[in-house]
């Protein structure tokens, strides 16, 4: 193996904890198919019991490979914030415990770097392990599905971070659309040492991918969007992900241990306290515009909307908060129902698609990360 570099190209981050079972075949991958000196992963463990972890390490060196385990009990913020301080790369991107990246990532972080590029970002492409299981399979949703962009190159085109920001916000902030991002994306070490200036901190906000989506947005004017997959997001049995195709993803605020208590102190009063994406996001959004000194109106009829329309499990939660919000503010009723049919039809519409001509992937059942990995570089190397 070559001597790592002063400072690396890049720095994939992967805050973990009690997850070796994803966490060690990732790294294995990540390490196992790019074997260019110029990558490091740093890995912040908040386990209970690291003894497998570190033994796994020790059995395995690699001078790319950067563990540290803390004790005790760590909010994932806290342990998010832990890792990205310890990233020394030139770029960074964050990804999860059964999250990858794409074999091909140094060339175009490489690139990014020679024409000083900020952030960027690019389509998903998505694995699920085998662990998940469905509530419904599919073709598309099955244990070991790999799916990957049906049309991808190499051309990529300027986005207006302001406006995209605005977007956001009009739309509720119930997702990160084409926000310049951390978490599967990338993002250049000044801009990220640039929020810590101004907050003291990276990470402020209950969600760590909207948090730093929204902090980078408030100090960049424009990032690049790329037509490949740099990440690729995992969902196993016990992420986020997983949970989500089980129907098993959500909760009271306050029984979610990994939540900041500040944020369960300070809980949004025109939000629902339950735990689902689409409620820690705009939560998150609040917390962060607040922190760095923003003004800046969240669209909540679009966001009750959003719920209602999208994850109507949680209708009986969300409809006392969208009733008295609208009370309060009756000129924007008309509102609300106009963006709830707006959404309705979106979803036929997209569901239609699905079924007449699929979504626009490409799916492989693979057996690991491993596997994608060698797919993705198979593929591109057959271009």
């Known amino acids: ?8 190209l890049l720095s994939v981050v992967i805050p973990t904890k009690n997850r070796y079972e994803t966490l060690l ?6 390490l196992g198919n790019i074997h260019d000196p110029r990558i490091e992963v740093v890995i912040q463990d908040n386990s209970d019991d690291p ?10 060196p690699d001078s790319r ?25 030139e770029y960074v991107t964050f990804i999860g415990d059964d999250d990858f990246v794409s074999p091909d990532i140094l060339d175009f972080v490489q690139d990014f770097s020679e024409r000083g590029v900020l952030a960027a970002i690019y389509p998903p492409a998505y694995y699920w392990w085998k662990s998940v299981k469905f509530s419904v399979p599919t073709r598309f949703h099955q244990p070991g599905a790999f799916w990957y962009p049906a049309h991808t190159s190499r051309n990529e085109h300027s986005v207006n971070t302001t406006q995209e920001l605005t977007r956001v916000l009009k739309q509720g902030a119930v997702g990160l659309f084409d926000l310049p991002r951390i978490y599967h994306g990338i993002v250049h070490r000044s801009v990220i040492s640039n929020i810590k200036a101004k907050s003291g901190r990276f990470v402020n906000g209950a969600s760590p991918d909207m948090a730093l989506a929204i902090a980078v947005s408030l100090v960049i004017d424009s990032h690049v969007k790329v037509n490949t997959p740099l990440t690729v997001y995992g969902a196993s049995k016990n992420s986020g992900g997983g949970r989500t195709a089980s129907k098993n993803h959500f909760g009271k ?10 944020t369960k102190d300070n809980w949004n009063k025109d939000l629902p306290p339950i735990w689902s994406e689409h409620t ?12 760095l000194g923003h003004v800046r109106k969240l669209n909540f009829p679009a966001f009750y909307a959003s719920m209602m329309i999208n994850e109507p499990h949680l209708s009986g939660y969300v409809m ?11 000129q924007r009723i008309l509102e609300f129902f106009a963006i709830a049919v707006k959404k309705i039809l979106g979803r036929l519409q997209r569901a239609f698609r699905s079924r007449v001509t699929g979504l626009p992937f490409n799916i492989h059942i693979l057996d690991s990360p491993d596997a994608c990995m060698k797919h993705i570089r198979a593929e591109n190397s057959a271009k």
């Open 65 to 89: 490979m950067r563990y540290e385990h803390l004790a005790g009990k760590l909010s994932v913020v806290d342990n998010t914030e832990a890792a990205l301080e310890r990233a020394n790369g």
């Open 1 to 8: 193996m070559n001597a790592l570099p002063t400072s690396p």
């Open 320 to 330: 006392p908060y969208a009733v008295r919000f609208l009370r309060r503010n009756p």
């Open 25 to 30: 075949p990732t790294i294995a991958a990540i």
């Open 51 to 60: 003894t497998s972890a570190q033994a796994y390490f020790s059995a395995h």
């Open 280 to 291: 820690i996001y705009p939560q998150t959004a609040i917390e962060v515009m607040n922190v």
């Open 253 to 262: 605020i306050a029984d979610q241990p990994h939540l900041p208590q500040s």
